[in-house]
């Protein structure tokens, strides 16, 4: 017989694939047995159908195509025979899925095998039915299935409970018709139905809320009396699994009652017995034990408060911490994070167990219990873990300092009792791990040790000793260097002693060394030598006598090949030389870092709202980023947070950046010098403009907001383009050169007219509509102002109404913000919002736009997207 014709046995096909001995000898064989099996289809060759089909699902099982026996399986089905059957639904579950078009064609087949006799090919359907069931199949087969529910034979109840969650999945709003046989199916006594129901039951409740409202009422006390018979019933040779009675059924039960329980105070009060007999009796040596016990406790944590029940969960979950299996250990961890919220206290007694799983070798052990750790601490143990924590830091692998380091420092940074304490801990860490440490960590050190006026002697003492023994770490000797370039003379004459320091003895040279070898070790670090040079500057001044040294070590970098490097040495051999007489007051302390800001800015925690002139706060709506009350700030990019409320609203700020005196009772006549001179101050800080004109209104009118409420982003793009006028001020204010600033209402606004289009419904789904309506800006035909109207087809409420829009380059879009961003229910109002295109190849190219529109209604969040294509042609 030839070894690639269709009649070939399966055998004979696996065993030439299995002996080739290259990827090309296995093709070929593939190849010649995929032609011949293509023959066979063409002949139409139903002898070996069936053996065909098997060899395809062995080559589909390799990652060949095998689209071409797709035909051949729905022509298994339609066979009478049983082995034909069973060969055809196991091609259709492998080489089809629910997407494939053909599937269409399977669906009258399997509804008369859902009807046949023979309850073995009702039993194949239902399998095929439950693996690649699509929505349209569930709606067309569903009363079969449900029929078959209560089918004399468990095996199809089974599949058939199996297939109902299949069903439920694709077409949720069919659970309602299940809810009753499912509820019958808790009562069954077959262990296998039982599972299948249970599970059918708990999927019901997840998509509707009347079957999760009916198990509530109806079924609760049955699924208590179940799982109390299962726990107490004696051996069953059938069921037991390590000495337990099916752990499978009490899992799923388990898992049913938390979803029934959970926002249900009486439901929880009915399981809360029975929960606490599973917890006490199941036995833990085991595996099966441990996972009845570990989704008993997922329950307990799910249901309504009972704090008897919780305390005995985490009691649970420490003795799963002593477990010599990594496995338990680890889901214990995962759980008692999710129970820290629940009963903090009970979570605590436990800490000294889970301190020990931080040093654990497992690496995934180790970190889970690190996250714990943080989330245990608090002001009152924060000292205590601390300790432990940096005492680990010391033998801890290298891999694992840079997360152990990382946690340390913030729980350091929150809980910090008292500066003193802090410094130390940081000081400790940048000793054994300097370099895991973050930038910002040691930042946020300056900052606190610029703060503690009391404790710079203390600092600049502790960090020379630390550096003696860690001249490694170069984060701690940046942190050194720059204190004793601040600090170095409160450390040679030991100024601000404290009672817990041991004296040390330190030289003016000695301090100067440290900087010295420091500048020399780190040589390759630019921050680092930076750091050093200015320490060194300092340093001159501090102690005359070693300022020829310093001299000198700084010379040594007026032939760095690093610019920065070589223009600090020269300016500061200069410094040194040649101006003595003004050292001391270039090298004064650096002024004290204000914390609060500092750590808002570390953190990014822009505030959501700003102050407006009056000190309010002022809410920014959707899709606006900065506020209209402080329009020359945003021009200048100064941030809010860095100019005091009272300098925005009496300009004093302005004062600083022109050079000119703007208090009020000088305003005239600063105003007046600034005439006479001939030349705008801000004409002149921009280098443009005429002359200006006599006026009379007070610079001060630049805070004032414009009624135009232009972007001050407008005045920068008009001088930046060729066609840019520049018109001579006259009466109107000085600062009327930025267009929208001033309150006079000569100031140009640019009014929307020119011809009329026709609106167009641009987007249109079941529950939202949006029109958009058009005109254009005079003087401006590639402009389009597009004002787009969203209207709320449903009777719920959208919110957090989102509205993006793409277009593509030769458009320039910009999207003003929206008037709300809560949609009221149908025939309550509406959403406005502008669009400004520009169209770069106006008269060649049309507009389009794809959107995206998002909101949420009853908690989820909903995503419409779509294309815009039919915009008038002239636009």
């Known amino acids: 017989m030839n070894p690639f014709s269709s009649g070939t046995r399966l055998r004979d096909m696996i065993r030439a694939i299995r002996t080739s001995k290259t990827t090309a000898e296995e093709r070929a064989v593939v190849r010649k047995e995929c032609a011949a099996i293509r023959a066979a289809i063409s002949e139409n060759d139903q002898d070996y159908r069936h053996r065909n089909l098997a060899k395809l699902m ?15 399986c729905l022509k298994l089905i339609a066979h009478s025979g049983f082995p034909e059957k069973r060969i055809g639904y196991l091609g259709l579950m492998l080489l089809l899925d629910e997407r494939q078009e053909v599937l269409m064609l399977v669906t009258n087949s399997i509804k008369q095998d859902l009807n046949h006799t023979n309850q073995y090919i009702v039993g194949l359907a239902l399998c095929a039915l439950g693996n690649i069931c699509s929505a349209e199949m569930a709606r067309d087969l569903a009363p079969e299935v449900e029929r078959l529910l209560q089918f004399r ?27 009753n046989p499912a509820a019958a199916l808790l009562k069954e006594k077959h262990h296998g139905v039982l599972l299948t129901g249970v599970q059918l039951c708990t999927d019901m409740c997840k998509v509707s809320t009347e079957a999760l409202e009916y198990f509530r009422k109806k079924c609760i006390d049955g699924l208590v009396k179940v799982l109390k018979d299962l726990s107490n019933s004696p051996y069953a040779p059938e069921y037991d699994v390590s000495g337990i009675t099916d752990p499978f059924l ?56 009972n704090s008897g029940l919780r305390v005995l969960a985490i009691n649970i979950l420490g003795r799963f911490l002593s477990s010599r299996d990594n496995n338990i250990r680890y889901v214990a961890l995962n759980m008692l994070m999710k129970a820290i919220s629940l009963d903090s206290q009970a979570v605590q007694r436990h800490r000294a167990t889970i301190l020990k799983c931080v040093k654990d070798s497992d690496a995934s052990i180790r970190k889970r219990a690190l996250e714990l750790v943080y989330l245990l601490v608090n002001k009152n143990n924060v000292k205590s873990l601390t300790k432990e924590l940096i005492d ?26 008292e500066k003193i304490w802090y410094i130390d801990q940081m000081l400790k860490v940048l000793s054994e791990a300097g370099k895991f440490v973050k930038a910002e960590v040691w930042h946020s050190l300056i900052v606190v040790i610029t703060n503690a006026s009391n404790l710079h002697g203390y600092s600049v003492r502790s960090l020379y000793k630390a550096v003696q023994t860690a001249r490694e770490q170069e984060t701690l000797i940046r942190v050194t260097v720059w204190c004793i370039g601040e600090y170095g003379e409160m450390l040679v004459n030991n100024s601000g002693v404290l009672d817990i320091e041991d004296p040390i003895t330190v030289t003016e040279a000695d301090a100067v060394d440290v900087v010295e070898t420091a500048i020399g070790r780190y040589s390759s670090d630019l921050t680092t030598q930076a750091m050093c040079l200015i320490s060194l500057l300092k340093l ?133 010098q600034i005439q006479k001179s001939g030349t705008d101050v801000l004409l002149d800080l921009l280098s443009i403009g005429t002359p200006p004109a006599q006026s009379s209104s007070p610079a001060l009118d630049i805070l004032s907001s414009g009624q135009n409420g232009k972007s001050s982003v407008d005045l920068l793009d008009k001088l930046g383009s060729p066609s840019a006028q520049v018109t001579p001020l006259g009466s109107s204010s000085v600062m009327n050169l930025l267009d929208g600033f001033g309150s ?37 035909p590639q402009t389009t102002v597009i004002e787009a109207q969203f209207i709320n087809k449903s009777p719920n409420i959208f919110y957090n109404f989102l509205f993006q829009a793409a277009v593509p380059k030769f458009l320039q879009l910009q999207l003003e913000p929206a008037s709300s961003i809560t949609l009221p229910a149908i ?45 008038p042609r002239d636009l």
């Not at 919002?833 to 995206?852: A, D, E, H, T």
């Open 58 to 72: 062995f080559i589909h099982m390799l990652g060949y195509p095998t689209h071409f026996g797709q035909m051949e």
């Open 153 to 179: 034979d468990p095996n199809i109840r089974k599949k058939a409970a199996l297939c109902s969650i299949r069903i439920i999945k694709k077409v949720p709003e069919l659970a309602e018709n299940f809810i």
């Open 250 to 305: 009490h899992v799923r039960l388990l898992n049913l009652l938390s979803v029934l329980g959970q926002g249900d105070a009486d439901t929880s009060d009915a399981m809360n017995d029975i929960l606490a007999q599973v917890s006490t009796k199941t036995e833990s040596n085991k595996n099966a034990g441990n996972a009845i016990l570990y989704e008993c406790v997922s329950t307990i944590m799910s249901i309504e408060d």
């Open 392 to 417: 680990y830091l010391e033998v801890s692998d290298p891999e694992f300092k840079g997360d152990l380091t990382s946690k340390i420092c913030s729980i350091v940074e929150k809980f910090s009792p």
């Open 540 to 672: 001159s001044s501090h102690f005359p006598s070693c300022s020829k040294r310093i001299n000198d070590i700084i010379f040594q970098y007026k032939g760095s090949l690093v610019l920065e490097l070589q223009q600090r040495a020269m300016e500061f051999n200069s410094v040194i030389g040649k101006h003595s007489k003004i050292r001391s007051s270039l090298v004064e302390r650096m002024p004290v870092l204000d914390e609060a800001t500092y750590s808002g800015r570390k953190a990014g925690s822009v505030s959501p709202c700003v102050l407006t002139s009056q000190g309010a706060p002022l809410k920014l709506p959707n899709g606006v980023a900065k506020p209209t009350s402080a329009p020359l700030i945003d021009l200048l990019d100064i941030s809010s947070d860095d100019i005091p409320a009272a300098s925005l609203s009496d300009g004093n700020f302005l004062q600083d950046l022109l050079g000119v005196d703007l208090s009020p009772a000088s305003s005239q006549q600063g105003t007046n």
């Open 744 to 780: 006079n209402p000569s100031v140009p606004v640019a009014k929307v007219n020119g011809p009329t289009y026709p609106s167009i419904v641009a987007f249109e789904s079941s529950s939202l509509k949006a029109i958009f309506s058009f005109s254009k800006e005079s003087g401006n």
């Open 827 to 871: 025939g309550n109002g509406s959403i406005t919002q502008k669009l400004r295109v520009s169209n770069n190849q106006q008269g060649k190219k049309s507009l389009i736009m794809r959107i995206r529109i998002s909101y949420k209604v009853n908690d989820k969040d909903i995503l419409e997207e779509g294309q815009i294509s039919n915009f």
